[in-house]
């Protein structure tokens, strides 16, 4: 099956820092990767849709210049959260889209826990 | 705005019965709709895909479309204590270069007692 990874599995971090997240896709490749964040008892919310070798586009809501994005090949997306703080901790999940599927089937990663002390 | 919503729970069934979950969305053009199984601390997996209007069945799961309604629902038959969990509907509102993207509702949390 298609496998998602996603690392670190769990970071604590100072406020202020900045923390990046990577998703992968071990065993096929992936034209289209997206990135969701789940707060406590709430579902997931779309942040960004990432195509390979373009710019992400952002929900509306979601500031991309403190959510960065990078899809810099087929098998990996990056988020880097810049200044985090405290109301970023949450539960990123990433999911990856196979290229050679006209579905809009997607397989999640395990997810990131981020808290921001 | 595209909305998703479910049915409020949490709901509890006994072991064996049947549970229902209710998905209702916004977006007319949405083709595409999905049913996820969430336990705490993990990530999403995926039960059941459905696009076109009736129903399609997966072992004890069985999902049913109305685009007409904008309506979709989850039956778990012979419902088992592994099925408590939150599920999840999501409903694909991208198209082109962004398919796949999925608004999801606020989940149904399920329980079921032995």
């Known amino acids: 099956g298609a496998v998602v990874s996603q690392h670190p599995s769990r970071v604590i971090c100072k406020s202020g820092t900045s923390v990046k997240i990577e998703c992968r896709s071990l065993?096929?490749?992936?034209?289209?990767m997206f990135w969701y964040r789940q707060f406590p008892k709430q579902s997931l919310m779309l942040m960004a849709t990432?195509?390979?070798?373009?710019?992400?586009?952002?929900e509306q809501g979601v500031e991309k210049d403190k959510f960065l994005i990078n899809h810099a090949s087929l098998t990996l997306s990056t988020l880097t959260v810049t200044s985090a703080h405290p109301e970023d901790s949450s539960f990123y999940i990433c999911?990856?889209?196979?290229?050679?599927?006209?579905?809009?089937?997607?397989?999640f990663g395990p997810g990131t826990r981020l808290t921001v002390l | 705005q595209k909305e998703v919503e479910q049915n409020s729970g949490p709901l509890s069934v006994p072991e064996g019965a049947i549970a229902s979950l209710n998905c209702t969305y916004s977006?007319?053009?949405?083709?595409?709709f999905f049913w996820y199984r969430q336990y705490s601390g993990k990530s999403p997996e995926l039960i059941m895909s459905?696009?076109?209007?009736g129903d399609k069945e997966d072992g004890r799961f069985t999902a049913q479309l109305n685009k007409a309604s904008q309506y979709v629902s989850l039956l778990i038959r012979d419902s088992q204590p592994s099925d408590s969990a939150t599920y999840l509907c999501a409903v694909n509102i991208g198209r082109g270069s962004t398919l796949g993207r999925l608004y999801f509702g606020r989940g149904t949390q399920l329980t079921v007692w032995p």
């Open positions: 065993d096929f490749q992936a034209t289209t």
């Open positions: 990432s195509n390979e070798g373009s710019k992400a586009t952002y």
């Open positions: 999911s990856a889209r196979p290229w050679e599927t006209s579905r809009d089937t997607q397989y």
């Open positions: 977006d007319r053009g949405s083709q595409s």
């Open positions: 459905i696009y076109s209007n």
